[in-house]
């Protein structure tokens, strides 16, 4: 054996550990053995094994596992028709796509990305879950094609910290309790951060009094924050808390917390007082 073939044989050994159990069951039960599944591991690791798994599967985490890198190259999708390359940045690194045309943000960032903190409720841009940041705009990713993304800055929930620092919106919605089950909540806080760009640049919404004197810098009453936020709905009812929590960061004043969980004292002194009713 030559040592080509040593090689290749040492790198098909290697992708086939990489198959999990569910993976090499279904090559087996297709038949796909030997030479055979040595030639289609060969032509189909790079990318396309993600897909063929999951159209057999449904398994949204075999595409989770395909790790954002910086700078990765994402190899055409076989059976991909209409196919564009698109070059643009998300959360800093710098992503090459080759997708169907038709392919929207929502799907590019969960399904060949894995970046599966955007959410996908209604995927008809009625419910506010798949909200992401392009070019320091909220858009609605479910309703907006990945080609139309060349060239730009996309912003998700997993690019707003600053490595173990929270971005202040996030803190403030731990610190607010502005969530309970959290599927709308990585759609809330990019809207809520877009949301601060739009009133220091002085745009206007349906409540702005004045529309013609509009100063940069809004200050945002609790009426226009609920106007503003209007396009993000949560089924959880948590808005009070999103509400407090967007108005202490565009404030910058810090608000006490209406809000904590009662340590064992709190609860005994309730109960004592008959106030257990209280603690909720
Ligand atoms: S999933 Fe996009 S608006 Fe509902
Ligand atoms: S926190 Fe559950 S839908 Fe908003």
Not at 19 to 42: N, W
Not at 162 to 187: E, R
Not at 266 to 277: L, P, Q, S, T, V
Request: proline letters at 2%.
């Amino acid at each position: 054996m030559d040592d080509n073939q040593e090689r290749q044989d040492f790198d098909l050994t290697e992708s086939d550990e990489q198959l999990s159990a569910d993976e090499k069951t279904i090559l087996d039960e297709l038949g796909i053995v030997g030479a055979a599944r040595r030639k289609f591991l060969g032509q189909n690791m790079a990318a396309a094994l993600g897909t063929f798994a999951f159209h057999l599967l449904a398994k949204e985490e075999v595409f989770a596992t395909l790790a954002a890198s910086p700078d990765a190259v994402f190899a055409s999708t076989a059976g991909v028709e209409n196919a564009v390359k698109v070059l643009l940045k998300i959360n800093g690194s710098t992503q090459r796509l080759e997708v169907d045309s038709r392919t929207v943000l929502l799907d590019a960032l969960r399904e060949r990305l894995g970046l599966t903190g955007t959410k996908k409720g209604c995927d008809q841009g009625q419910c506010g879950a798949c909200t992401a940041i392009v070019d320091g705009r909220r858009v609605l990713s479910c309703l907006t094609l990945v080609a139309s993304c060349e060239g730009k800055e996309v912003t998700t929930i997993e690019g707003l910290a600053d490595a173990d620092n929270l971005h202040p919106m996030q803190a403030a919605f731990i610190k607010h309790d502005g969530f309970q089950c959290g599927y709308c909540t990585p759609g809330q806080i990019c809207s809520a951060v877009a949301l601060l760009q739009e009133a220091k640049n002085g745009d206007v919404s349906h409540v702005t009094n004045n529309l013609r004197t509009s100063p940069q810098n809004l200050e945002l009453s609790d009426e226009e924050i609920r106007e503003r936020m209007s396009g993000n709905i949560c089924r959880c009812g948590a808005y009070p808390g999103i509400v407090a929590a967007i108005r202490e960061v565009h404030s910058g004043r810090e608000t006490a917390q209406t809000r904590h969980f009662a340590n064992d004292e709190e609860i005994a002194i309730a109960f004592n007082e008959g106030k257990a009713d209280e603690i909720v």
